[in-house]
């Protein structure tokens, strides 16, 4: 693995040795090169949490996002902008990282 470092005003690579794990994934839960874990998708309401009435894992980004579209007009109609409905995907470490921000 490849680090960059600032010195003053340089950039200096820093070396480091696979140790078989990313930093922050949780003691036990080893990152495998070419292994995949199943990614899911679940759509999350203004402020980041969970979607009240949304609340499902889906396949596909882009299933996520057509029912939330769906719903959305459904309940304010085509033209409401903008839609305050987020989508994240999982981790690896079994965490949620944000793709599409609620009301982007």
């Not at 203004?46 to 959305?72: N, Q």
Request: glycine fraction near 12%; proline fraction near 10%.
């Amino acid at each position: 693995m490849i680090s960059v470092q600032m010195r003053g005003t340089q950039m200096a690579a820093v070396h480091s040795p696979r140790s078989g794990s990313l930093p922050g994934l949780k003691p036990g839960n080893r990152f495998h090169p070419g292994q995949d874990h199943p990614r899911h998708y679940r759509l999350v309401d203004g402020r980041g949490d969970p979607h009240p009435v949304l609340d499902d894992l889906y396949d596909s980004l882009d299933a996520a996002w057509a029912e939330a579209m769906g719903w959305w007009q459904e309940q304010f109609g085509p033209g409401r902008e903008p839609v305050e409905i987020g989508v994240e995907v999982s981790t690896a470490s079994g965490d949620w990282r944000t793709l599409r921000f609620p009301g982007c």
